[in-house]
């Protein structure tokens, strides 16, 4: 099928008539090439798969240009992960951990004590929100319902699920109703109540791997049930990272001349990897001399980077 050898794709739906929403999710080669960058433990390796997935899931409700991130940082055997997805959906995860290969623990001694955050960064503003909430529940799915109520205030489900393949994941949302809604009598309010139940029924039931394997259409049908419900086109899915040479010469500022100067002494040259993508970024004696004296010149007569 096309569908399974695209990168990944993003589906939106929603429920006619109702302040009911969802967004689906499955990355195939996307997926593939993100967990190529690096090893990780099975356990590791499906956590971060699902955080990949929820990042996309969350960027879907972006309104603007940016990107969003989902982190948290915890007491447990991963130390830390990270999974970033933009408006236009290219993704980006890593994740740090001390868990053997073939070591068993389940979710909270994986991930800890600790918080989740989940940061928004506008392309046009250098505003950012952030949200912090507590690692609690038994998935991270649950972590981040927690995330929904208590920064959002948004009544949210979330179903995620990865293997080697594939990595996938469904949210639904209720949005607030309007005031015409709101107007609407009793019978309208038990009505939409009766609906959320359904779906959050129908995701509860959706086996792991119907997220991995069932089309869209089947998984949205299967927790939708008999409501009528409008399955939106597919919008692609990409790894990309997004480091550059712009990005890492800024790093490499910030060290300030005389740390940069000691790290060529010691090493030769200054070598700056990327953990999300491995790319390698190499500064000999004389680009790190070249770097320090274009960030001295007015902007104007700055050449591009060696």
Request: charged fraction near 25%.
């Amino acid at each position: 099928m096309a569908e399974e050898q695209a990168a990944g794709e993003l589906r939106r739906f929603l429920l006619e008539g109702q302040p009911l929403r969802g967004h689906w999710v499955r990355l195939g080669a996307a997926w593939q090439e993100l967990r190529a960058r690096r090893a990780y433990p099975p356990l590791v390796e499906a956590l971060l798969g699902e955080a990949a997935s929820a990042a996309v899931l969350l960027a879907a409700t972006l309104k603007f240009a940016g990107t969003l991130t989902v982190q948290f940082a915890g007491s447990g055997r991963v130390r830390l992960l990270v999974a970033q997805c933009s408006d236009d959906f290219r993704l980006r995860a890593i994740a740090h951990h001390d868990l053997a290969d073939g070591e068993a623990v389940g979710f909270e001694e994986l991930v800890g004590a600790g918080n989740l955050v989940v940061t928004v960064q506008s392309d046009n503003s250098s505003a950012n929100y952030q949200g912090i909430v507590p690692l609690e529940g038994g998935t991270l799915g649950e972590c981040l319902e927690r995330y929904f109520e208590g920064s959002e205030q948004l009544p949210t489900r979330l179903k995620l699920a990865a293997d080697r393949e594939h990595a996938g994941g469904m949210l639904l949302q209720r949005l607030p109703a309007g005031a015409a809604d709101a107007a609407s009598g009793e019978g309208a309010g038990a009505l939409l109540q009766s609906t959320w139940e359904d779906l959050q029924q129908g995701l509860q039931s959706l086996a792991p791997e119907s997220l991995l394997d069932a089309p869209a259409e089947a998984a949205v049908q299967r927790v939708a049930g008999e409501h009528d419900c409008r399955l939106f086109g597919a919008t692609p899915v990409s790894f990309a990272c997004r480091c550059s040479e712009e990005r890492v010469a800024g790093l490499v500022r910030s060290l300030g001349i005389d740390e940069a100067r000691a790290a060529l002494a010691e090493q030769g040259a200054l070598k700056v990897t990327c953990e999300f993508c491995g790319r390698d970024y190499r500064y000999d004696a004389v680009d790190v001399e070249q770097l320090f004296a274009s960030e001295a010149l007015p902007r104007a007569d700055r050449g591009p980077l060696n």
